[in-house]
Every structure is written in C-alpha cells, then in structure tokens.
C-alpha cells in the first residue's frame, strides 16, 4: 500500500545577509529568519527544475567501504526510517555506493510512488567505463528506471573538471537520454569547490559547511563566499556535514540557524540513526 501524501508546499525564504564577524564564544552571529522554514518545505534545486523537500535524509554517517551508521540498522530498519522522514514530508533521499545504502533505499521506494521523491546517489568512479558501469549498476541496485542526482564522489583535485571530463561527459550523455536529471559533484577540498563554482557544467554541488569549519574544506569565510559565486549562477548547492560529522552534536540549533541563514543552500542533508533523532531534527529545523 502507498504511503499517504503530504504534499505540503510552504512559502520559503531565509535571511540573506551574514554578519562575517565571530563572537568571542567561536558563535557567529546570526541574522533573523525573514520566513519560517520548515524541514519539509518543497524546495527547487538550482536551475534543474527538481523539487524536493529542505532535509535530505542522509544514509551515510561514516559511510565507507560500503557501510555506514545508517545501513547498520539492517534493510528493513533503515527503510523504515526513510518512510517515517516520508510520512512526516520528507522526500529527499540522500545514497551513495560508498555508503551501501541503495539495498535500503531500493526498499523504501517499494513503498511511495517514484516521482514524488528524489534520489541522490554518488559514485567514486573516476574513468567513463566505469562511470557508465555504475550508472546501470545503482539503477538496477535501486530499482529505478532513472537516477533523480548523481555526483562525482569526493572530488578534491584544483584540476578535476579537467582531469575527470570524460566522466563527466557520460554523467551529460546520461542526462539527454534520461537516465538521470541532474549532475553535479561533492567537493572535498576548496580548491574542487572553487572549480565546481567555475564550471557551467556542474548543476548540482553536496558542499560541507558549519558554523566552527569542522570537517570543512577550509574556514565558513573562505567556503561561504564560493557558495555564494555558486547559488549567483544558477547552481543547486546541497550541504553537508551540516553538524560536523556529529563534532556539533551538541549545537544543532546553532548549526541549523547557521545553515538556514546563510541564502545560499537550496536543501542540506543530515543522517538520522533513529526515529527519535529525525524527528527531533524537524522540529528543531521548525523552531530554528
């Protein structure tokens, strides 16, 4: 049986305007919210056209070697996570082979009707045969016709979109055959986001920011800026280690009002291990 819609569009906006200067506590100083926000509101990534919900629901905590906090929790157990975040709205779903999380969200989408979700995936891939390896493979792994994203896993070379062009040439060719909507990359390095925000090629970018750069690729005032050259051309910017891969555990609401009051992610992701801390997590987006 589907699970029931909520198809909740809500009017979004965050405060544009950052303060640059840090308080003594290492806090930033946040702007007010012009708009309440919530972690369900529909969204549109960039210049894609795809809408989607604020929080993606990340599968990959410490996610390596096909394994992560997250697929730990067993087939079942993260499927039914990822269909408690969409009985609540959410509809973003975050994988990536690294993580080996595609089993658990193939079964989630067993449960919801296709188009009303987006999924991310992202391989590590680094030639074009094996680029269009995976692009079947995570298809057939999912059990879906299309791929929604797919991103060029941690890229940290100054030189990628030179360096990998062949990859991202099968990432395009896949694009106008539909077999996926949008491609992007996830930087690992500023020197790969400052290449990322230079490319007209890149639609979509997973980028890490916090308020302390825990994590980063280098401190919020040299990253925000690139984001900014970023969101100015259209691209879709997807953020990341949004509580420093759990360093800021402790500060989500700092963090969360950090992330909403910059203007420049379109969504961001965040990994839940349980029912308890994904819906903690929306109401703290809520109250933020």
């Not at 969204?43 to 894609?48: A, D, F, K, S």
């Not at 193939?106 to 987006?118: G, I």
């Not at 791929?147 to 360096?163: F, K, M, N, S």
Request: hydrophobic share 40%; aromatic share 6%.
């Amino acid at each position: 049986m589907k699970r029931r819609e909520f198809l909740k569009t809500a009017a979004y906006g965050v405060g544009t305007a950052w303060l640059g200067s840090r308080l003594t506590t290492n806090l930033w100083a946040f702007p007010d919210l012009a708009n309440k926000v919530g972690a369900s509101d529909t969204v549109t990534l960039g210049n894609t056209g795809i809408k989607t919900s604020r929080l993606a629901m990340g599968t990959g905590t410490v996610g390596v070697g096909h394994h992560s906090h997250q697929t730990a929790l067993g087939v079942k157990g993260l499927s039914d996570l990822l269909l408690n975040g969409y009985d609540k709205g959410l509809r973003f779903f975050d994988a990536a082979d690294a993580y080996g999380s595609h089993p658990h969200v193939a079964e989630a989408l067993k449960h919801v009707q296709r188009d009303r979700v987006t999924v991310l995936t992202k391989s590590w891939s680094r030639d074009p045969a094996g680029m269009r390896a995976d692009l079947d493979r995570f298809r057939k792994e999912l059990g879906t016709d299309y791929l929604d994203v797919a991103l060029i896993h941690c890229v940290t070379e100054g030189d990628w979109t030179e360096r990998y062009k062949g990859v991202m040439d099968v990432l395009s060719d896949a694009k106008q055959k539909g077999i996926i909507r949008a491609h992007g990359v996830s930087c690992h390095s500023i020197e790969a986001l400052r290449a990322a925000a230079k490319s007209p090629w890149v639609e979509v970018d997973l980028a890490r920011i916090n308020p302390t750069g825990a994590s980063m690729d280098a401190d919020p005032s040299t990253v925000i800026p690139v984001l900014k050259e970023m969101k100015a051309s259209g691209k879709a910017i997807v953020g990341m280690k949004i509580l420093g891969a759990g360093a800021l555990r402790n500060r989500q609401d700092e963090c969360l009002k950090f992330a909403l009051s910059l203007g420049v992610l379109d969504a961001f992701t965040i990994g839940a291990e349980n029912r308890g801390e994904q819906e903690d997590l929306i109401r703290r987006i809520a109250a933020a």
